[in-house]
């Protein structure tokens, strides 16, 4: 896969650097202060901290033409095999289109209202447990990496279970007293804050994923609260339009860094072996980046659709709807597919009035 990334030299970063320092030192700045010894990351790849990560490639702008293409093929598909059971009350789509890196479009119907998002909450971890590896130690070691390869690859909620409980420190077990939950929920919102400090407020990541294999008692319960509906009142959650957003700063190579994203790439990648609901809609030669969900009642994926000459499309589509009929699926393929065909119809032309005249602004 061709990355849109330029790096610049080694010897690019010492001259800027003295430069830096010259001009600080002719300003005056400051009392000299000694700061705490760093680790210096191996010279193939550059960390690009969080609060950098979203000026590192170019946010994308909301373009009405595109909420309007969105909500057009989402009600499409709605109206053509929804059958009243999927409705455009429980819909949610959001679509970027990345095809010229300088003036990537962002459009969406009903993209930020929150969502339960099942198994696509595992996008959440996953960026998380390679930015504990870089910034705190966390081992990506064969146990962890296996797990990292279960919990995407094939969606294992034991997978993920072990995950949550290795990024925030936490395990299952009984109710606890009030002073210890408090400081168990602040445990688990570790993943929350990552996303938070990334912009992406949207992204409530802090349960594990319950299921065959993962017990759901003592307090665990007491972290998702009281039910409401058909979840509880702290369910994961996720709306399409910060799922999407996540998704591009992954494929430009914007988070935690180069050989990071390039990881979270191969491990998301579906072919013959590992499919999600997107698979079904690829265009021919066109790679799929993905990760679905599926509840009973839900049908979810979020996907990167990367054409041959290095651009992509990106597309989450997330359903809800009171039948387990194994057909509505269908539905959220369909908007994706009418989404890719009308995305890929319309230029790829940056508007130059609000285009960023540098698309690696930001990486050094």
Not at 219 to 233: H, I, Y
Not at 260 to 280: H, I, Q, V
Not at 317 to 344: C, M, W
Request: charged share 25%; glycine share 8%; hydrophobic share 40%.
């Amino acid at each position: 896969m061709e990355n849109a990334c330029s790096w610049k030299s080694p010897r690019y970063l010492v001259l800027r650097a003295a430069a830096v320092l010259g001009v600080l030192a002719l300003m005056g700045c400051g009392t000299h202060r000694e700061h705490p010894a760093t680790v210096i990351p191996p010279p193939h790849w550059r960390t690009v901290p969080l609060a950098e990560s979203r000026a590192v490639a170019q946010e994308p702008r909301r373009v009405p033409d595109l909420d309007a293409m969105v909500q057009a093929a989402t009600l499409e598909a709605v109206a053509e095999l929804g059958d009243g059971i999927v409705t455009p009350e429980t819909i949610w789509a959001t679509a970027i289109d990345c095809r010229d890196p300088r003036d990537p479009r962002i459009g969406s119907f009903r993209g930020t209202l929150p969502v339960y998002p099942a198994s696509v909450i595992k996008l959440c971890y996953m960026v998380a447990a390679y930015d504990q590896n870089r910034t705190r130690g966390l081992p990506l070691d064969e146990a962890t990496r296996g797990d990292l390869d279960r919990m995407i690859r094939v969606s294992s909620n034991a997978a993920t279970a072990r995950m949550v409980d290795r990024l925030s420190n936490t395990g299952f077990g009984p109710s606890l007293d009030e002073t210890a939950m408090a400081s168990f929920e602040h445990k688990r919102l570790t993943t929350y804050r990552l996303m938070q400090a990334l912009g992406l407020d949207g992204l409530f990541a802090i349960n594990k994923t319950y299921g065959t294999g993962v017990p759901l008692y003592g307090r665990e319960v007491d972290t998702l609260g009281a039910r409401a509906g058909g979840n509880f009142e702290r369910s994961n959650k996720m709306t399409t339009d910060d799922t999407a957003r996540l998704l591009y700063l992954i494929w430009r190579h914007a988070l935690v860094d180069h050989a990071a994203c390039e990881e979270m790439l191969d491990l998301m990648k579906r072919g013959e072996e590992y499919k999600t609901f997107f698979s079904a809609v690829v265009p021919e030669g066109v790679t799929l980046y993905s990760k679905g969900g599926s509840t009973d009642v839900q049908r979810h994926d979020a996907g990167i659709f990367a054409y041959p000459d290095g651009t992509a499309i990106i597309v989450v589509v997330f359903s809800n709807h009171q039948s387990r009929d194994g057909k509505y699926p269908r539905v959220i393929q369909r908007t994706a597919e009418l989404l890719l065909e009308r995305i890929a119809s319309t230029p790829a032309e940056r508007d130059n009035a609000t285009a960023d005249p540098d698309p690696t602004i930001g990486l050094d």
